[in-house]
């Protein structure tokens, strides 16, 4: 399977990214889809999950409100859409599937197949 993420940049605060996420290999369907993020010196952290085959979606408390993570099951893709951009959210982001267990969807280590990742530079 290949996961293929794009979408990154550099954007003032306050602005907004669109990070997008094709497979190929797998459908995306059969599998929960998320985005994981990493910032310099910093442990990869769980930014947004969806569940398979369904439509219940999981966000860390620091984007809420502000991140929304979809699925286009025609183009086999899955995009976070991040609005209100803080300093905070600069990191490379990652898309990822798999199939964790829900008391370990934010567990990067429980997830199976991941994209290049894509660098998000949020400036004050």
């Known amino acids: 399977v290949q996961l293929q993420a794009c979408g990154g940049g550099l954007v003032q605060a306050g602005g907004f990214l669109r990070l997008a996420c094709a497979a190929s290999?797998?459908?995306?369907?059969?599998?929960?889809t998320g985005w994981f993020r990493q910032a310099p010196g910093k442990e990869r952290e769980f930014v947004a999950a969806?569940?398979?085959?369904?439509?219940?979606?999981y966000l860390a408390d620091s984007v809420k409100g502000r991140f929304t993570i979809s699925r286009d099951n025609a183009k086999n893709t899955v995009s976070l859409q991040m609005n209100s951009l803080e300093p905070e959210d600069t990191a490379v982001y990652y898309c990822?599937?798999?199939?964790?267990?829900?008391?370990?969807?934010?567990?990067?280590?429980?997830?199976?197949?991941w994209g290049q990742g894509t660098l998000v530079t949020v400036s004050s």
């Open positions: 290999g797998r459908t995306l369907w059969n599998y929960a």
């Open positions: 969806l569940r398979k085959s369904g439509g219940t979606t």
């Open positions: 990822a599937i798999g199939t964790p267990i829900l008391s370990e969807i934010k567990n990067w280590l429980m997830w199976s197949y």
